[in-house]
């Protein structure tokens, strides 16, 4: 604190990691994903554990109760994890149906960062079929792919079982599950200890992480957004409201001997109504993103940024968005200490140009790691390192931001959310809407029914009902995020309602055992190229012939457990001839102030980098570049030389900041050998 109050000039930078995972358990109790077993055993403990290796360095962690309560049922994992009630099995107790549910999990790792690393899981991970010995091997290295780098370091059995690498058997995994999920009740334990140290706050959120604007008032959703359809008979939900604060506030207390300080509402959702419970219940702060200060003050001036906010007696954090996903999306594809040295250089920047500006980055805490190889092991460490070693820079938790009273008054309060500042990803979409209006059905027949009711089922119908308000489900549905489990979340969705009937003892109505979601799949987001092109590069919408048979990737639809602000650029089309390579990008990119923007083209193999100036319209010799309508390059095939297979990155930069990098997914592989007839749709 001392620091904080010093006379020089200082940059206070607050990190904060989001740690957060749904109630993914059914009406049984049983989880029915294993998500929490797996981030448990990578990244929970792993990330504050990271640093403490830097003593004068601090963080907030953002804990939330759903995440708190399913990793206290890994004392009984058996009992609560279906996963791992599959996994622990010897492969001939499975029958076909669990067997293939067992074997798309082992498979849904990160190929290049948690696959290609270990060689016998990348040798199974390629296989179709398994025999029992083989299936063994696959549930043990998936799982052990998942441990981080402090089991890997610290474990004695997950080393033993790397160092094994191979031929593991049922006593194995035995001896791996109970050591892991021993290893899980320390997490909790962990943080109060460094939170009671000193070196950390922890935060936590609304009990089942809603949406807590749109429970109170779902017309938030026109204010933020105008053109947004609000689902039909909405109701106010707010007695929900106040008691996922109050269950939440409850939940930190036994974990922490102590209420929090502070919360981060669910996906940075704030209104005035929202901040008004907050304060009610004595909390000091609350965060949220760049956006919602940018329409509360009316402008997008970004020294406004660098400072904190009291509005109604509630501290209030702005989420510095390019610097927070620098770390969530872009330094996956950057060495450590370029990384390290580029985000040092953007605090520079700031520092520089502010009077001792405090810096917020937010980011999910979790989901970004598992891109980076090592886990976001060695990017840490030169982040911390450097920052250790800065005078100018000192890192705060929020607790102590907000003691420290020196904040800017904040009038207006604008709705919205951390993303694009509006509720569009939880509403507006017919299926969002459409789960919405199944829970205002839902509260409307409770509200009716006229039996008799017993307390303790009253308690489940209100759990119900307050799990089925989580924002994860909303996140799922329309086509702004895709996954291959996304029928799983919508199964768990409408099970939450359809308990609360057979609680009841009456029929669910027939539209709650109707799909919601469509099958989206991840892999929507990338079309390949089902013949060569040859277009005519001029920047214009041209006819439909010119770019037939190219390939896309569509950004909308990546980043689906995470969401960040992409850029202007919303998809790139690609194909290629005997002469040169092309690629269109499509978005806003037309009213992009093209002042200093510069388009980066990066051939992944050597590192060669190819430049395209987007002010002047210049470009390396023999390609060609041409921005109307939208952006369209042709690079010539002579900078890939005899290469037939190769992987492009395209970096959209001004100065030293990176506007957009492309593709999310990591590479656009071209390989010049294409066999067409495999991508062709009939």
């Not at 057979?502 to 029929?507: E, M, S, T």
Request: proline share 4%; hydrophobic share 40%; aromatic share 14%.
């Amino acid at each position: 604190m001392d620091a904080l109050l010093m006379d020089s000039k200082l940059l206070t930078l607050s990190f904060f990691w989001h740690m957060h995972q749904p109630d993914y358990r059914g009406a049984d109790g049983v989880m029915s994903m294993p998500w929490v077993f797996l981030h448990g055993i990578k990244d929970y403990y792993e990330m504050p554990w990271l640093l403490t290796q830097y003593p004068n360095l601090k963080a907030t962690f953002n804990l939330t109760a759903t995440l708190m309560e399913q990793l206290a049922l890994y004392r009984d994992p058996l009992k609560y994890d279906y996963f791992l009630q599959l996994w622990s099995k010897h492969p001939s107790q499975l029958n076909a149906q669990e067997r293939q549910w067992l074997i798309k999990l082992c498979k849904s790792s990160q190929f290049e960062t948690m696959v290609r690393p270990m060689a016998s899981y990348e040798s199974l991970y390629c296989k179709a079929e398994y025999s029992d010995d083989e299936l063994i091997n696959l549930e043990v290295v998936f799982v052990v792919a998942w441990c981080g780098n402090y089991l890997r370091q610290e474990n004695s059995v997950v080393k033993e079982m790397l160092q094994k690498g191979k031929s593991f058997s049922q006593n194995d995994k035995e001896r791996l599950l109970e050591s892991l999920c021993a290893f899980i009740q320390t997490i909790i334990p962990f943080y109060a200890r460094l939170q009671n140290e000193g070196r950390i706050s922890v935060s936590t959120t609304p009990y089942y992480h809603p949406i807590l604007p749109l429970l109170i008032d779902m017309e938030n959703a026109v204010a933020a957004n105008s053109h947004t359809t609000p689902p039909q008979r909405a109701m106010s939900l707010t007695e929900d409201a106040h008691q996922h604060i109050e269950r939440s506030i409850a939940l930190y207390s036994q974990n922490f001997n102590q209420k929090p300080s502070g919360f981060w509402p669910a996906e940075g959702a704030v209104d005035p109504k929202s901040v008004e419970l907050y304060r009610q219940y004595d909390l000091k702060w609350i965060a949220t993103d760049e956006a919602i200060l940018f329409r509360s003050l009316g402008n997008e001036d970004r020294g406004n940024l660098y400072k904190t906010y009291d509005y109604e007696g509630i501290t209030i954090g702005f989420r510095d968005h390019a610097l927070s996903d620098l770390i969530g999306f872009t330094y996956r594809f950057k060495g450590a200490e370029d990384a390290a040295n580029h985000f040092l250089k953007n605090l520079e920047s700031i520092y520089d140009e502010n009077d001792n500006p405090s810096v917020s980055v937010i980011v999910d805490g979790e989901n970004a790691w598992e891109f980076y190889e090592k886990n976001g092991f060695d990017f840490f460490n030169a982040l911390y390192s450097r920052l250790e070693m800065s005078s100018w820079c000192k890192t705060a938790t929020m607790d102590e931001i907000a003691d420290t009273k020196r904040h800017s008054k904040l009038e207006k309060l604008h709705p919205g959310s951390w993303i694009h500042g509006t509720f569009d990803t939880w509403s507006g979409h017919p299926q969002k809407n459409r789960a919405w209006e199944l829970i205002y059905q839902t509260k409307r027949d409770v509200e009716n029914f006229h039996g008799s009711v017993s307390e303790e089922t009253k308690q489940k119908i209100e759990e119900h009902f307050l799990a089925s308000e989580c924002s994860d489900w909303f996140w799922w549905y329309g086509d702004d995020h895709a996954s291959d489990f996304a029928s799983e979340f919508d199964l768990l969705f409408r099970g939450r309602l359809i308990a609360i009937y057979d609680l009841l003892g009456i029929a669910p109505p027939a539209n709650l055992f109707q799909a919601i979601i469509s099958m989206n799949t991840a892999s929507a987001f990338w079309v390949k190229p089902s013949s060569s092109l040859t277009p005519v590069i001029d920047g214009k919408y041209s006819s439909f012939f010119e770019w037939l048979g190219c390939g896309s990737m569509d950004e909308r639809k990546l980043y689906s457990t995470m969401d960040r602000v992409r850029g202007p650029i919303d998809i790139l089309y690609y194909g290629h001839d005997k002469k040169a390579i092309y690629v269109a990008f499509e978005g806003e990119i037309a009213q992009v102030d093209r002042r200093g923007l510069k388009l980066l083209v990066i051939l992944e193999e050597n590192g060669e980098t190819l430049e395209y100036d987007l002010e002047n319209l210049t470009s390396p010799e023999k390609d060609t570049v041409a921005i109307d309508e939208r952006l369209e390059i042709a690079i010539s095939r002579l900078h890939f030389g005899d290469m037939r297979l190769f992987h492009l990155r395209f970096e959209l930069v001004r100065n030293t900041q990176i506007v957009q990098t492309m593709p999310g997914n990591g590479a656009l592989c071209i390989n010049l050998d294409e066999h067409y007839a495999a991508n062709w749709f009939v």
